[in-house]
């Protein structure tokens, strides 16, 4: 199975790198962006066990290591 | 005084940190690999600056949980000296020796250049040799060196006086010009600028001396 973390800046956290993307497309005429906040993702594989233990287990992963929770949010999706 | 420098794969500034101590404070400097589990016998350990682990994931956030760490964090429970420079500072955050975390430089750029402090609290072991309010010139050279906390954290930094040095002229948008830091105990402390790089006049400036010689005292 695989799990997909999600790690994004918090908001109300300076994004100076998400800042500089919005300011690019802007430049390329995409004048709509209104902002760009940028993340990173992380696919994990996992050996195969209940959905919900996965969970559980990714999330002590994102607490211990995978995020920063000073400056970062993130989420956990679960895929067989 | 005796001194440990830990060595990260990606280290650059170890050998620089090493000199510094010998010449200028401590009688004993090991180096120590990360993957050690055990000090020798330290009053002061020195986390140094580079880019260990190639800054992946986040800057310092694998070099802190690498195996030495627990007993670093053993040493400073005791009340021992920890002193993390540039990357050795955002190691001690993503280890919560620190509080706060150190993000990418406001204007995006690698910084490499003389950087003026003023030396805020000079009643630490790492500073007591400075006079009061003493401005320097340290280099920065680093690409992650934000400090950013939340409200609470930045106001408790304030009143404990914990912030011990200031930019005068901020380079990076670090929160209220923060270029270093200690814990509440006083004994964990962390800096962006390079006081290693700056203790001969053969190299420049000779603004870091004060640091070195403030802990050769720390313990007198």
């Known amino acids: ?80 | 005084m005796n001194a440990a420098v830990i060595v990260f794969p990606g280290s650059n500034c170890d050998r620089d940190a090493v000199c510094a101590l010998r010449d200028h404070t401590a009688q004993k400097v090991y180096r120590v690999w990360h993957r050690e589990t055990a000090l020798p016998r330290v009053d002061l350990v020195v986390l140094p600056g580079g880019f260990s682990y190639g800054d992946y994931l986040r800057s310092g956030a694998i070099a802190a949980r690498s195996p030495i760490m627990a007993s670093i964090k053993a040493h400073a429970d005791r009340g021992g000296l920890v002193v993390g420079i540039c990357n050795g500072f955002q190691v001690l955050t993503e280890a919560h020796l620190l509080p706060g975390a150190l993000m990418r430089n406001a204007g995006l750029k690698f910084l490499c250049k003389s950087a003026k402090l003023r030396v805020e609290n000079t009643q630490t072991a790492f500073t007591r040799a400075y006079a009061d309010q003493a401005q320097t010139d340290i280099p920065i050279a680093h690409h992650d060196g934000n400090y950013c906390a939340d409200e609470d954290t930045l106001k408790r930094l304030e009143d404990e006086g914990q912030i011990t040095f200031r930019y005068l002229d901020n380079p990076n948008g670090s929160a209220h010009d923060i270029a270093g830091i200690t814990n509440r105990a006083g004994n964990v402390l962390g800096m962006m600028p390079h006081p290693e790089r700056a203790i001969d006049p053969l190299t420049g400036e000779t603004g870091g001396l004060g640091f070195f010689r403030s802990l050769a005292g720390a313990l007198t």
């Open chain 1, 1 to 80: 199975m695989k799990a997909i973390v999600h790690i994004n800046p918090r908001s109300g956290v300076l994004d100076p790198q998400g800042q500089a993307v919005a300011g690019a497309l802007k430049h390329l005429g995409f004048a709509g962006v209104l902002g760009a906040r940028q993340g990173k993702v992380i696919e994990l594989d996992l050996a195969d066990i209940d959905a919900e233990q996965a969970r559980e287990q990714v999330t002590k992963m994102c607490e211990q290591l995978l995020a920063n929770t000073v400056i970062e949010d993130y989420s956990v999706q679960i895929e067989p």
